[in-house]
């Protein structure tokens, strides 16, 4: 895979998981990468260990982050988080903040970083979607709705920046080996009555043929490739990495 030399790429959520993950692979391949996030002690780790730079950020605020400068040869929207209950007890700021973080801040942040890549003809916008960005699941009103929105954005993206040398593509990964899936554990847990073992086995891979949850390099891997020139024909399209789960 040709190296990313001279580009510049911008990560969300990349004090851990996923996001740590693509920072560190982009880096290896020679991208100078922004670490973003709102955890400030994640994300200077994460950029002191790649030799990139932290910017600490909180991407709910959105009212904000619409007049926040960025610059990037290479964008990834990574950010997101989970909360699981049933749609009549979902509280609805919690659905809107997770819009805003999942849905609305990939919009502004893809707003900001076009006009450059435009003008050197040359970008890279790869999000982090999810299987439930093509599948729902019960108790997941938000984040299904978020990944499903994300999809749709990354596809006028990609037809609005494909005659200016600009791809969009979205990952959409099964369950990974990731904070973030953790910690809905006990979540599922409760709502499903079941053991946190048994949410992972009978919940989380019941319809994964591959019967393991995905490491945050493969997801990383894959990003990776579709920043890569070899990827330049690949936009508005989806890279599923889900063990098998939308095929059945």
């Not at 502004?108 to 890279?124: D, H, I, K, N, Q």
């Not at 299904?144 to 920046?161: M, N, Q, R």
């Not at 990731?178 to 048994?198: F, K, R």
């Amino acid at each position: 895979m040709t190296g990313l030399s001279a580009r510049r790429a911008v990560v969300t959520g990349a004090a851990s998981g996923i996001g740590a993950a693509v920072a560190a692979r982009l880096a290896a391949l020679g991208a100078h990468v922004v670490v973003c996030d709102i955890d400030a002690e994640g994300a200077a780790r994460t950029a002191e260990r790649i030799g990139g730079e932290a910017r600490v950020i909180d991407l709910s605020r959105t009212a904000d982050l619409a007049e926040a400068e960025f610059d990037a040869d290479i964008l990834v929207n990574n950010a997101g988080i989970q909360h699981v209950a049933p749609l009549e007890r979902f509280e609805p700021e919690r659905f809107a903040f997770m819009l805003r973080l999942m849905l609305e801040a990939p919009f502004l942040l893809t707003r900001a970083v076009l006009p450059g890549m435009y003008e050197r003809g040359w970008g890279r916008i790869v999000h982090i979607s999810s299987i439930h960005g093509l599948r729902a699941s019960a108790y997941k009103s938000a984040y299904v709705s978020a990944k499903h929105g994300l999809l749709g954005l990354s596809k006028v993206i990609a037809l609005e920046g494909a005659a200016k040398g600009v791809t969009s593509n979205c990952v959409c990964p099964g369950y990974v080996r990731t904070p973030l899936v953790e910690n809905q554990l006990a979540d599922q847990a409760a709502v499903h009555g079941l053991s946190t073992d048994e949410v992972v086995s009978e919940v989380l891979l019941a319809r994964s043929a591959v019967k393991r949850l995905i490491e945050p390099g493969e997801v990383a891997a894959a990003v990776a490739y579709l920043c890569s020139p070899e990827a330049s024909a690949v936009t508005g399209t989806e890279l599923v990495l889900d063990g098998g789960w939308s095929a059945a």
